[in-house]
């Protein structure tokens, strides 16, 4: 995922590996404290990001956008589901981090051309 976050003096983007739980609608990401976007995030929890499948093929473009809310993890549970998904890390013991998500914009052309998918969490 492409992560982007901002102070009123400063604007950051990272690549982040990721894990998504659907019960809780959130991302779980691995990240230092010692990074600009995470001080930036110390600052201003709200961030925005996509994630895409890369092509050339105008017809097989994926991409999904989105925005949310970025603090600490404190649920072992979703600690639990990033090191299954990333095992190497939990050797790292990385400060994970949880994305709560508060709206998706899923761009799909394997539906037609230009088709959107907005989902709207803050609204729940």
């Given amino acids: 995922m492409s ?3 901002s102070t009123p ?9 990721f ?5 809780t609608k959130s991302f779980i990401v691995a990240s230092s404290e010692k990074t600009l976007h995470i001080q930036n995030i110390l600052l201003n929890k709200n961030i925005a990001g996509n994630i895409l499948l890369e092509t050339k093929n105008v017809a097989e473009i994926q991409g999904l956008q989105f925005s949310g809310e970025f603090i600490s993890l ?3 549970e ?11 890390a939990k050797e790292l013991n990385p400060k994970l ?3 709560k998500v508060k709206h998706f914009k899923l761009t799909d052309n394997s539906l037609g051309f230009g088709k959107k998918i907005v989902v709207d969490f803050s609204l729940d």
């Fill in 78 to 88: 979703l600690e639990e589901l990033y090191l299954k998904d990333f095992p190497y």
């Fill in 97 to 99: 981090w949880q994305i």
């Fill in 9 to 17: 003096d400063e604007l950051s983007v990272c690549s982040l590996f």
């Fill in 3 to 5: 992560l982007a976050t």
């Fill in 74 to 76: 404190v649920d072992k």
């Fill in 19 to 23: 894990s998504y739980d659907t019960n």
